[in-house]
């Protein structure tokens, strides 16, 4: 791992489509033509009259009428953004609650950032991802990179779910009241302090949305509030719910 993998990794830690999300256009212009002219197309020309006194006395083609050009759609924002690439947060994607799921050893990297210079001051949030993501884009968040995830899916903060009371200990994040039920929960097994829990009370990812957290090694016991917005599970052995 290079040293700026390192410190993205530790930043993560301690700051503590399949569809791809490609924005998508829709353009509609339209414009009609519409007149006559002679019949079988042929132009008619003015013709003069004795009797007239040499007026001249015909019909010629209409002018071509024409409709100002529609307006074009509005640009619509992706609410699926793709596992690889960089994101301008209000342009390419709208601001909101996303979901990754089925990601895999810890390949998954995202972060929030305030400007696209790359660098650590830059960074506002970010994690490396086994399982399940849940990321809150703000509306002040300037970019979001995301690589080696799978498809991010735009989620309404208020559905519903069917809680369970059973976790995988590598599952990643959970929403309490959706992915799980409000409880205490039990995990055991776990060796040389490689699992990580965490309550949080949004999916910002920032320091101060951080309820509680800690490496355990040996059995570990949490209690999940109904009023915590998620529960994050790294390296732990499954957890199960005792009361």
Same mark, same amino acid.
């Given at each position: 791992?290079?040293?700026?993998?390192?410190?993205?990794?530790?930043?993560?830690?301690?700051?503590?489509?399949?569809?791809?999300?490609?924005?998508?256009?829709?353009?509609?212009?339209?414009?009609?033509?519409?007149?006559?002219?002679?019949?079988?197309?042929?132009?008619?020309?003015?013709?003069?009259?004795?009797?007239?006194?040499?007026?001249?006395?015909?019909?010629?083609?209409?002018?071509?009428?024409?409709?100002?050009?529609?307006?074009?759609?509005?640009?619509?924002?992706?609410?699926?953004?793709?596992?690889?690439?960089?994101?301008?947060?209000?342009?390419?994607?709208?601001?909101?609650?996303?979901?990754?799921?089925?990601?895999?050893?810890?390949?998954?990297?995202?972060?929030?950032?305030?400007?696209?210079?790359?660098?650590?001051?830059?960074?506002?949030?970010?994690?490396?991802?086994? %399982? *399940?993501?849940?990321?809150? /884009? $703000?509306?002040?968040?300037?970019? =979001? !990179?995301?690589?080696?995830?799978? @498809?991010?899916?735009?989620?309404?903060?208020?559905?519903? %779910? *069917?809680?369970?009371?059973? /976790? $995988?200990?590598?599952?990643?994040? =959970? !929403?309490?009241?959706?992915?799980? @039920?409000?409880?205490?929960?039990?995990?055991?097994?776990?060796?040389?302090?490689?699992?990580?829990?965490?309550?949080?009370?949004?999916?910002?990812?920032?320091?101060?949305?951080?309820?509680?957290?800690?490496?355990?090694?040996?059995?570990?016991?949490?209690?999940?509030?109904?009023?915590?917005?998620?529960?994050?599970?790294?390296?732990?052995?499954?957890?199960?719910?005792?009361?």
């Amino acid at each position: 791992m290079s040293k700026s993998q390192t410190q993205r990794s530790w930043f993560a830690r301690h700051k503590v489509l399949t569809a791809a999300g490609a924005v998508v256009v829709v353009v509609a212009v339209g414009a009609a033509m519409g007149g006559g002219g002679g019949e079988g197309g042929a132009e008619a020309k003015p013709s003069a009259s004795a009797s007239s006194g040499g007026k001249a006395t015909g019909s010629g083609s209409k002018a071509p009428e024409s409709k100002a050009p529609e307006k074009e759609a509005p640009e619509k924002k992706a609410v699926t953004i793709d596992g690889d690439g960089d994101f301008e947060v209000g342009s390419d994607v709208r601001p909101g609650l996303y979901r990754s799921t089925g990601n895999e050893d810890a390949m998954c990297y995202w972060e929030r950032s305030k400007d696209a210079t790359g660098e650590l001051d830059s960074i506002l949030a970010n994690d490396n991802v086994t %399982g *399940t993501a849940y990321v809150e /884009l $703000k509306k002040s968040d300037k970019f =979001f !990179k995301s690589t080696g995830c799978s @498809a991010w899916e735009a989620v309404d903060p208020k559905a519903a %779910g *069917t809680p369970g009371s059973t /976790l $995988k200990g590598d599952g990643g994040m =959970f !929403k309490v009241g959706v992915d799980v @039920a409000p409880g205490t929960y039990r995990s055991t097994g776990n060796k040389d302090a490689g699992c990580y829990w965490e309550r949080s009370k949004d999916a910002g990812h920032g320091m101060n949305g951080i309820l509680a957290n800690d490496n355990v090694t040996g059995t570990a016991i949490v209690k999940i509030s109904a009023g915590d917005g998620y529960f994050k599970s790294v390296g732990c052995g499954d957890w199960t719910r005792t009361s």
